[in-house]
C-alpha cells in the first residue's frame, strides 16, 4: 500500500503563533484529504485537495502531486487548534492515514 | 442530517467473548467505511461498502472480522473470539460519491477493551 509520513510528529505552539504541517507521500493520488482529531476522538474534515491551494479562515492547504506532499498551514493559532492532524490519500477503494501530527496549542 | 452515529461509544468484554457494533451513516450517503484506531497511530481501513456490496477488505480484517451492511442503510461490524489485541476504537465513516469531493464524514468511534 502507499506510505504516508507526516512530520513533524509532535509540535507546541503559543497561541497566536503558525505553522506548517507535511504530508509525504509514496505514490501518485487522486484523493488527498486533512483531517483534524479533537481530544475526544472526532474526526473532523479539513480539506479536499489532490491538488492545489485551498484556504479555509485560519487554515490554508498547498499539495504538489507531482511531488506527492502536502501542506496544512494554521495561522494566528488557538487553543481549540490542539489535536491531532492526519493527512489521508486514496488508492483503490482504501484510504491510508499518516501518523498524524500532535499539535499542543498553550495560551 | 444528523451526522453518522455509532453505537455502542464504549464496550468492555472479555476474551473470547463476541461483540458487535453498529454504524449509522449519514442519510443518503452510499459509502460506508470501517476503520480501527490504536493509541498514537493514525486510523487503519479495514473495509468499505458501496450500498450494500462490500467492495474491498484490508488484509488487516482477520476470519473474525465480519462486516454487513444488510440493505445499504446502517452497517455493523462483528468481532468473534475476541482478542486482547482487538483493543482499539473503531471509526465509521460515510460519503456520497455524487460529489466529486467525496468528503468522508466520521463517527465518534466505538472504544473496545478486551480484557
Known amino acids: 500500500g502507499i506510505q504516508v509520513e507526516q512530520s513533524p510528529p509532535d509540535l507546541i505552539l503559543q497561541e497566536g503563533a503558525n505553522s506548517t504541517l507535511r504530508c509525504n507521500f509514496s505514490d501518485s493520488v487522486n484523493n488527498l484529504q486533512w483531517f483534524h482529531q479533537n481530544p475526544w476522538g472526532q474526526l473532523i474534515n479539513l480539506f479536499y485537495i489532490p491538488s492545489g491551494t485551498k484556504q479555509n479562515g485560519r487554515l490554508s492547504a498547498t499539495t504538489v502531486a507531482t511531488e506527492r506532499y502536502s501542506l496544512l498551514y494554521i495561522s494566528s493559532s488557538q487553543t481549540t487548534d490542539s489535536g491531532v492532524y492526519f493527512c489521508a490519500v486514496v488508492s483503490g477503494n482504501q484510504f491510508y492515514f499518516g501518523t498524524g501530527t500532535s499539535l499542543t496549542v498553550i495560551p | 442530517d444528523t451526522g453518522v452515529s455509532q453505537d455502542p461509544r464504549h464496550k468492555i468484554t472479555k476474551r473470547g467473548q463476541n461483540v458487535t457494533f453498529r454504524c449509522d451513516p449519514i442519510s443518503e450517503h452510499n459509502r460506508l467505511y470501517w476503520y480501527r484506531q490504536t493509541l498514537g497511530q493514525g486510523p487503519e481501513f479495514l473495509t468499505y461498502f458501496q450500498n450494500e456490496a462490500q467492495l474491498e477488505k484490508s488484509r488487516l480484517l482477520s476470519d473474525r472480522f465480519s462486516a454487513e451492511r444488510p440493505k445499504g442503510s446502517f452497517s455493523t461490524l462483528e468481532i468473534q473470539r475476541t482478542e486482547q489485541g482487538d483493543s482499539a476504537m473503531y471509526l465509521c465513516?460515510?460519503?456520497?460519491?455524487?460529489?466529486?469531493?467525496?468528503?468522508?464524514?466520521f463517527g465518534p468511534g466505538t472504544r473496545l477493551l478486551v480484557l
Open positions: 465513516a460515510s460519503s456520497t460519491n455524487d460529489s466529486p469531493q467525496e468528503t468522508q464524514y
